[in-house]
């Protein structure tokens, strides 16, 4: 799955600054878990995958809950966020991210494979990799990079988002999310090492921002 040539990938190789100064060209950046993937992936393999997610910028412990502030149209509520085991997709063991909001929920599959690279596998009820087509994409690079763009899965007229890394420190790393037809918009995705997504800001049709307001573990 990951030692071939790169494809479906967009990467932004110009960034500003890159050609400033006394015609001298910047040291190479180090390399990035996006460099020899193929995303969307038509073929995981499950040896290439390990037993849970321990991305430091999507870690998926169990007995981990998150809740967050949602404000929309609707006004001001929470959501809350859980970790459970997941089923096995396109032959891969996941684990499952499970959102719960005014009543609806919403169970996503990830699997992190050797390299430290977070895939997402699918969302219940509503697409699967490995089904009609589907096909996992990129959730979180092992070594995100500035410039960085990736698909973040394929399921034709369900999901076929483009992602970016638009900044990066040492605790914060936030991604631009771009929504193509027919849901239009974007997504501003930041997170924090060792928490995951604390903030997140939408374009796509309604106003919605969500703010990560607590994290605890079950033995907190």
């Known amino acids: 799955m990951r030692r071939r040539a790169l494809a479906a990938v967009a990467f932004l190789a110009f960034l500003p600054g890159a050609l400033a100064g006394c015609g001298t060209a910047s040291a190479p950046s180090p390399p990035a878990g996006v460099d020899e993937l193929v995303i969307p992936t038509p073929s995981p393999d499950p040896g290439d995958f390990v037993a849970g997610v321990d991305n430091p910028w999507f870690p998926l412990p169990q007995g981990r809950t998150w809740t967050y502030v949602v404000a929309d149209v609707s006004g001001s509520h929470g959501l809350t966020v859980t ?49 009609d087509g589907a096909e996992a994409g990129v959730a979180m690079l092992a070594t995100p990079r500035v410039g960085d763009g990736y698909r973040t899965a394929y399921a034709e007229g369900v999901v076929e988002d483009h992602a970016t890394v638009m900044s990066l420190d040492e605790d914060r790393l936030v991604v631009d999310v771009q929504h193509p037809e027919p849901v239009a918009g974007s997504t501003e995705i930041t997170y924090e090492r060792g928490t995951g997504p604390v903030e997140e800001s939408s374009t796509s049709g309604a106003y919605r921002v969500v703010r990560l307001r607590t994290a605890i573990s079950s033995g907190a």
């Open 83 to 131: 970790v459970a085991d997941g089923p096995e997709v396109d032959g891969v063991a996941t684990t499952a991210r499970v959102s719960t909001e005014q009543g609806r929920t919403v169970t996503d599959w990830y699997a992190q494979d050797t390299d430290g690279n977070v895939w997402w596998f699918g969302r219940e009820g509503v697409w699967r990799a490995g089904a």
